[in-house]
């Protein structure tokens, strides 16, 4: 009997070390240095992790003061997360440059020799925070198009959704998941506290090509379009079952796996809708994609949406593509 299937000894799986190394060697030339940065980013998700789990503990929760470049009140755990991931970004030595949420100017990490960039929501689902409901962080990585050596600039962030080399995000929920792409699926790794590692759990996840789920926040329902809100009428007369954690990573997540829409369409008060491109759309659309899903701004695919700025915000449509093809069709009345 092979030791690795003795029912007193069941294996643990496969870390996410071990997985990002067996993919590293499917690409001769790789260097390594896109793993570093993945690892990089599972350190400082078990370290904000950890604050999480003990946050009423350790007096992080509730506001701390300050307003982002969006003018959002900054909760104290948006500034922890923030302070987290750049530092282990930085400390890494793969980085080059940071766009967060948190920060209104590209931070520059002074690792200029490094190939790769990231955009990151350090903590997303604010609101939620101090009320112990899932959260999570988001992150999209690009290979910079400015030289080794220079400093980076907004070129390198401003490459399009389509030329994103990775992508993903963390889910602190009832379990803590890493969810990721780099092109070849999307797969989920499972925290397990106490041996301190990322187990895969979730392999090439795909999301049903149909669902039964809505996400949005009707309370903003008169604030929407014609459109939208006849759409969210199917949905009542579908007896579709609404689901709005308020936690984008969370409704991503769940409607990942079971199959369903998430939409945050511009209001009359965010025209251009809430979201940000870089950090959140982007990123969620890349792995949507992969997963056999849409993302749509109501016109464009999300990741030809071309980038302007790098706090730009954009609607947000994606999910089960029968739906997004069901939602289009409110669209052209
Ligand atoms: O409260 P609203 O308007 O429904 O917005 C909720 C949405 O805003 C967000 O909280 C925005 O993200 P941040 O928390 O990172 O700012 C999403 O996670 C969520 O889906
Ligand atoms: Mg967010
Ligand atoms: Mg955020």
Redesign the pocket.
């Known amino acids: 009997m092979r030791t690795d299937e003795h029912p007193l000894a069941l294996p643990v799986g496969i870390t996410l070390d071990r997985f990002i190394m067996q993919n590293q060697a499917a690409f001769p030339h790789a260097s390594g240095e896109l793993s570093q940065l993945l690892r990089d980013i599972a350190l400082a998700a078990k370290v904000v992790n950890r604050e999480i789990n003990r946050a009423g503990l350790i007096d992080i929760t509730g506001a701390f003061g300050t307003a982002n470049v969006?003018g959002?009140s900054q909760q104290k755990l948006d500034v922890v997360a923030d302070i987290r991931f750049i530092r282990a970004l930085t400390n890494g030595g793969e980085v080059a440059a940071i766009v967060s949420?948190e920060r209104d100017a590209i931070i520059q990490t002074g690792n200029r020799h490094a190939h790769y960039v990231v955009a990151i929501?350090p903590?997303?689902?604010?609101?939620n925070i101090d009320v112990n409901v899932s959260i999570g962080t988001i992150f999209s990585i690009y290979r910079r198009v400015t030289p080794a050596g220079t400093e980076p600039t907004e070129a390198d962030f401003l490459q399009g959704g389509r030329r994103q080399v990775a992508a993903g995000y963390v889910l602190y929920g009832s379990s803590t998941m890493l969810v990721y792409a780099t092109g070849h699926g999307v797969n989920g790794f499972t925290y397990d506290h106490s041996l301190g590692e990322f187990f895969l759990s979730h392999a090439l996840m795909q999301i049903p090509q149909q669902g039964r789920i809505y996400s949005c926040?009707e309370?903003?329902r008169r604030l929407f379009s014609d459109g939208v809100q006849q759409y969210l009428d199917h949905c009542h007369e579908q007896h579709y079952a609404g689901r709005?954690i308020?936690?984008?990573?969370g409704?991503f997540h769940r409607n990942l796996l079971k199959g369903g829409i998430y939409l945050?369409p511009p209001t009359t008060a965010l025209p251009l809708g809430?979201?940000r491109l870089l950090y959140?759309c982007y990123p969620l659309a890349y792995l949507m994609e992969q997963a056999g899903g849409q993302a749509i701004d109501g016109v464009l695919d999300i990741l030809d949406i071309p980038p302007q700025s790098i706090h730009q915000r954009s609607p947000l449509y994606l999910g089960s593509t029968a739906m997004i093809d069901e939602l289009l069709t409110f669209f052209v009345q």
């Open positions: 969006q959002e949420e929501d903590l997303d689902g604010s609101s926040n309370g903003n709005y308020g936690s984008l990573v409704d945050y809430k979201l959140e």
